[in-house]
């Protein structure tokens, strides 16, 4: 989309790959929340970088493991396209978070590169000396890792390192709420809301009484959508668009978009 700025890596969470993060790719399902991270990344100029972790099986991240092929393929890129001096900025979500957080020294030492920045979503593990800005989102229904960033941001902050900490409350579903999916429309995503609503699966002020991953909200939706309406959706957890944006409305522990865009205007300017 124009002249690269700099190199924007992505780190999935436990149970995910980077086939999360695309559409236009064999075997990837684009998730709304990842995709609209990339169209972020893309927004600043940066080239958004997918990589999976070594553990297909629990499909974590392991830093002694994963740091060394995640370093070639940043080194990789930068040196073809001459970005020696552009800034990588690092995005993780819970493992990756976690990740994210741990890479730039090691990177650095070994491959003569500098990971400049971090963003660590809904984790908040630790404080890489050579990251020159932190960035933690938590959400609010995650009171530990919130502490836990407190704190991190404070000791960065007595150090003179650009540190923040980005808080994230639960979203109301309102009528538009399900159009964060590209592929359901206005309408379709006002009945879900009605139907959750009339469910009493919402409060009063349309927020989630339960967390999605503990209730029977697909039953509610099945029952008055079409699986044509629902995009053909297998509202299966960590491979469903749908399950995905239950989970950011409830605000404990999923991916989302909110709050990245605020991180990289804050660590890029």
Same mark, same amino acid.
């Given at each position: &989309? ?27 399902? @684009? ?13 600043? @100029? ?10 297909? &099986? ?12 995640? @370093?070639?393929?940043?080194?990789? =890129?930068?040196?073809? /396209? ?97 159009? &964060? ?14 139907? =959750? ?9 349309? /927020? ?9 909200? &697909? ?51």
């Amino acid at each position: &989309r124009g002249q690269v700025s700099g190199i924007l890596f992505v780190a999935h969470g436990c149970s995910h790959s980077n086939t999360d993060w695309f559409i236009e790719c064999d075997g990837c399902i @684009g998730l709304p929340e990842e995709r609209a991270i990339v169209d972020i990344g893309l927004e600043f @100029g940066l080239l958004v970088v997918a990589i999976s972790s070594t553990n297909r &099986r629990s499909k974590c991240w392991q830093t002694e493991i994963d740091v060394e092929p995640v @370093g070639k393929i940043l080194k990789t =890129l930068s040196d073809r /396209y001459h970005l020696e001096s552009k800034p990588i900025v690092a995005f993780g979500a819970s493992s990756g978070g976690a990740f994210v957080s741990e890479i730039a020294t090691p990177i650095q030492l070994k491959f003569g590169i500098s990971v400049s920045a971090f963003i660590s979503q809904i984790a908040a593990a630790a404080d890489d000396e050579m990251a020159k800005c932190r960035v933690y989102i938590t959400m609010d229904r995650d009171e530990r890792t919130r502490v836990i960033a407190e704190h991190l941001v404070a000791n960065g902050l007595s150090r003179g390192i650009e540190t923040r900490h980005l808080q994230l409350p639960p979203v109301p579903i309102t009528k538009d709420f399900f159009t &964060r999916i590209p592929e359901i429309n206005l309408n379709v995503s006002s009945r879900m809301a009605t139907a =959750l609503q009339n469910a009493e699966f919402l409060d009063e002020n349309n /927020y989630l009484r339960m967390n999605p991953r503990r209730s029977e909200w &697909r039953d509610v939706l099945t029952a008055v959508l079409s699986p044509e309406e629902l995009n053909e959706d297998t509202l299966q957890a960590d491979l469903s668009a749908i399950s995905e944006v239950m989970n950011v409305a409830h605000g404990e522990h999923e991916m989302t978009r909110d709050g990245v865009r605020e991180a990289l205007e804050f660590c890029l300017g």
